[in-house]
């Protein structure tokens, strides 16, 4: 199946080569190019790509906010958004995720993580590493005098064992790392994954990350 993919960047010398690059893949075809965020709102209504490559600085209506508009319409309930950015700093990666992006990279990532991370976000999987990604969430998101967003959902409705699978998706594991921890199948740990989402109303596994911290699932010590 082929992946569609909108970008939205307004430096237009970029948005070219991603295109280039993308469409040099046979599983992957661009739909449309935004050069600024209220842009890709509505050509993401009208095109509903499986992804979204959003850069955050851009005029009329900044990524971040242009992320939050689309994961909340309904009609957009399948598209996926990464965020590739020059601006790796904490407090945007922590907004990138509570608006509801799937993903975080940096713009000098190289063409293959590009690639990988575009499949990996239409999967309906995130690029949320179990290191630096991980050490910002914590920070944003273990701690709510720091993230005045809505309380998360309450986490009765899990089994013990969905808890524990939410667990180590906050950790960063993906799939098979799960599986093999819990000596479980793959299809196993994507099952409870899926039925987590469903009862607590994430539409992906970096709100799953989040709702982890922000309902104290998953504690860190602060820094030191």
Sequence with gaps: MTIRVL?????????????????????????????????????????????VVMDIRMPVLDGLAATEEICRDPALVDTRVLILTTFEIDEYVARALRAGASGFLGKGVGPEELLGGIRTVAAGDTLLSPTATRALVTRF????????????????????????????????????????????????????????????????????????????????????
């Design 7 to 51: 970008l939205a960047d307004d430096q237009a010398l970029l948005a070219g080569t991603f295109r280039l690059l993308i469409e040099s893949c046979e599983d992957m075809e661009v739909v449309g190019v935004a050069g600024d965020g209220r842009a890709a709102v509505e050509l993401a209504r009208t095109t509903r790509p499986d992804v």
């Design 141 to 224: 998101l273990a701690h709510p005098e720091t993230d005045p967003a809505t309380p998360p959902p309450a986490l009765d409705v899990l089994t013990a064992r969905e808890r524990e699978v939410m667990v180590q998706v906050a950790e960063g594991l993906s799939n098979d790392e799960i599986a093999e921890r819990m000596f479980v199948s793959p299809l196993t740990v994507r099952t409870h994954v899926q039925r987590t989402m469903t009862k607590l109303g994430a539409r992906h596994r970096a709100q799953l990350v989040a709702i982890a911290y922000q309902s104290g699932l998953v504690r860190v010590d602060p820094p030191r």
